[in-house]
């Protein structure tokens, strides 16, 4: 399997909601390190997995949506908590969501597996993974 990571980052505010979070539960501020894997079992033409080139724009792109925001006020994440884990889930989906429609050009065509880690520190981090259904 080939894969191909881009990095970017994000600030963000929120708050979490669950005795588990303790302080967490009062609105503070994260900044994540943003990594987006992209796999196939095959490169292209040109010899890529994908281009890097859209891969760090599309990336880029989804993470200005986060930027900078109070999380607790994005109706997307209404009623859910903004953990680590499901802010990976919620960029790896609109990161598949673009690859299907065609964002990531005919490379794109031939990933199968996205990885989405959110770095909160040198020391932890969360991530999502899911399968590509490409066509």
Known sequence: MFTVTVRDHMMIAHSLRGDVFGPAQRLHGATFVVDASFAGPTLDDDGIVV???LATDELHGIV???RY???DDDPAFTGRNTTT???ARAIADR???RIH???????GRNLTRLT???HESHVAWAGYERAL???
């Open 51 to 53: 281009d890097i080139g």
């Open 64 to 66: 200005d949506d986060f």
């Open 69 to 71: 925001r109070n999380l």
């Open 85 to 87: 884990e499901a802010l």
């Open 95 to 97: 990161l598949a969501a």
């Open 101 to 107: 429609r065609g964002a990531f050009g005919p490379s």
């Open 116 to 118: 989405v880690t959110l």
């Open 133 to 135: 259904w490409t066509g």
